[in-house]
C-alpha cells in the first residue's frame, strides 16, 4: 500500500459525538530501529516481539466543534495533563492530511498505562498506537467498515507518524518494520512476521530489570538525530539487514543460540552507536554492566537460553524460553534484583497486540 491509499476521502458529516477505547500493547526490538529520514521513514529494518502485560488503555470521547482548529484534552491516569499535548499536537499536524476530521471535533484523551510511569518503561509506543487505534475506530465510525487488514495498517501507519516504534505494537507476535529483502515489510507501517514460527519461541518471556526509573537523558528523537553523519551509520544500517535475515532462519528453525546471538549484538550495538556518535552518551549504568555479566555467567553455569536485550536507557529486558520461566526467575530474585532500583522488575511476555475495549 502507498500513503495515497491511507487518505480518508469522505466521510459522513453528521455524526454529533461518540465514545471508542482501545489497548495497546509496548514491543521490545530484537533488531533495532536507529536512524530515520524525514516523514519517521526508518534506515533500516527492524523486528520486535509484541508485549503482553506492559499496555496503555486509551478513550476517546469525540464532540463536533465550531472553529478550524485542533482541540483536545488530554488526562493521564485521571487527571488533566498538559506535559504530553505537544507531543499530541505534533502528532495531529503530521497524520491530517490521512484523517481530516480531526479539525471538525474536540476530542477528550483518556489514558493511563498498566506499568508505573515512572519506571523508565518508554510509554510512545503503546501510548502512540493506543491513540492511533481510537483514531481509526473513529474513522469507522464516520465512514465505514474497513477490511481487518486495511484496519490495522492504517492504525500501523498512523501510530509510527506519532512515533516510529509504536508501529509495530498493532498486532503479534512478531512485528517487522523497514524494507527489507527476507521478509514481507513496509517502511510505512508494521507487517506481522509471516514465518512459521518454532514452539521454542511460544509463550517467550520478557522479564524487565528496572535498573534506573529516571527520566532518559537522551530522548529518541534526539538519538536518531545523532545517526545523521555518524561514522559508522552506513555499515549499522547494513548490518540491520543481515541480523534481520539471521534472526529470521533462527525464528522458523528454532536455533535459540543463532536468536541469542543477534539480539545481544543488536542490544549493545544500539549502544555503542550512543556511545560513538558526537555529542556521545553512555546510557547504561554500573547495574546495566553488573547484570549482564550475571546473565552470561549463569548461561555459562547451567546452559540456560536466557538472554538480555536493551531499549535507549539503562534498563534490561531479559528473554528467555517459557519451560525456563522458574529457574530464572529465582535467578533473578537471587541474584539480579539487587542491581535493581528498590528491587523493582515487571514479568512480561510475548502478546498479541492491541485489543478494542467495549464498554
Ligand atoms: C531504541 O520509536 O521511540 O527503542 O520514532 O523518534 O518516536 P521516534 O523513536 P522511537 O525509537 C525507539 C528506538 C529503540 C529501538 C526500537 O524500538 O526499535
Partial sequence: MTEQDFILKSYNPHIERGKVKWSSPSNIALVK????????????????????????????????????????????EGEKNEAFKP???????????????????????????????????????????????????????????????YFNRKASFLARLGSGSACRSIEGELVVWGQNESTVSSDLYGVRFEGEVHANFNNYQDTILLVDKGEKQVSSTVGHQLMYGHPFAKERFKQAHINLAKLKNSLLSGDIDTFIEVVESEALTLHAMMMTSMPYFILMKPNTLEIINKIWSYRNET????????D???????????????????????????????????????????????D
Fill in 33 to 76: 530501529y536507529w536512524g530515520k529520514r524525514d516523514n519517521q521513514i526508518p534506515e533500516n529494518p527492524s523486528i520486535s516481539f509484541t508485549l503482553s502485560n506492559c499496555k496503555t488503555i486509551t478513550e476517546v470521547t469525540y464532540t463536533k466543534k465550531e472553529g478550524n482548529d485542533f482541540s483536545f484534552d488530554v488526562f493521564f
Fill in 87 to 149: 507531543k499530541i499536537q505534533t502528532f495531529f499536524e503530521r497524520i491530517e492530511a490521512y484523517v481530516p476530521f480531526l479539525r471538525d471535533y474536540h476530542f477528550k484523551i483518556e489514558t493511563s498505562n498498566t506499568f508505573p510511569h515512572s519506571s523508565g518503561i518508554a510509554s510512545s509506543a503503546s501510548g502512540m498506537s493506543a491513540l492511533a487505534l481510537c483514531l481509526m475506530s473513529i474513522e469507522e465510525d464516520l465512514d465505514m467498515d474497513h477490511a481487518d487488514d
Fill in 303 to 310: 546452559n540456560s537460553k536466557a538472554c538480555f536485550t536493551l
Fill in 312 to 358: 535507549a536507557g539503562a534498563n534490561i529486558h531479559m528473554l528467555y524460553p517459557e519451560n525456563e520461566k522458574v529457574n530464572v526467575l529465582e535467578f533473578i530474585k537471587n541474584e539480579l534484583v539487587s542491581h535493581c532500583q528498590n528491587g523493582h522488575y515487571i514479568c512480561d511476555q510475548i502478546g498479541l497486540g492491541a485489543n478494542q475495549i467495549e
